[in-house]
């Protein structure tokens, strides 16, 4: 599915990760899919929302707030690193060598799943840009993707900051009718 994305799509997808990963989160929801949205630099979904006022630093500190009053506390990963190491494999140790060879960040371990919130607004990615008669996906069919979804924190974290949902769908399918025209 992913060959079907935009180059700014896979971005945001790549920043989700890196999103839940620096955030200590063992899993890539909703939440980080918005702050990879957020992150592309010039993507139809980033000009939108930052047009809604949304902006990175704010979601992300409303992410944290959100993620930790529903009891998720950040892990980092830590049981598979502690289940490694209970069979004599260093994490850290391979970090270090992988930094030394590749550059600093070259391995992340564990890589993060995505919930079913996560998967279920990326399946609708694909109807949502069927239906606007697009062949490849972007960021804004993505953000569409999680609106059409109609759960998941990353919707939270839109709504707690001041977004109106239905407003946000609107703004983004007239952005796209103005960019096709």
Do not use: C, W
């Not at 949502?128 to 998941?152: C, D, N, P, S, V």
Request: aromatic share 4%.
């Amino acid at each position: 599915m992913f060959e079907f994305f935009t180059d700014r799509a896979r971005q945001a997808v790549t920043l989700s990760q890196d999103e839940a990963i620096a955030l200590g989160h063992d899993f890539i929801g909703t939440e980080h899919v918005l702050l990879g949205l957020i992150g592309t630099d010039r993507s139809t979904a980033a000009g939108v929302l930052r047009e809604q006022g949304v902006e990175l630093t704010r979601a992300r500190a409303e992410t944290v707030r959100i993620v930790e009053a529903d009891g998720i506390t950040a892990t980092g990963g830590q049981p598979a690193k502690d289940a490694l190491s209970s069979i004599g494999i260093d994490v850290e140790e391979i970090r270090r060598r992988a930094d030394n060879t590749f550059g600093p960040g070259a391995f992340q371990y564990p890589r993060p799943a995505y919930t079913t919130d996560a998967k279920k607004a990326l399946e609708l990615t694909l109807s949502e840009a069927r239906e606007l008669g697009h062949e490849k996906f972007g960021t804004e069919h993505i953000l569409l993707g999680m609106l059409a979804a109609g759960e998941g924190r990353g919707l939270d974290v839109l709504a707690a900051l001041g977004v109106d949902l239905g407003g946000l769908r609107e703004a983004v399918l007239a952005r796209v009718a103005r960019d096709d025209s």
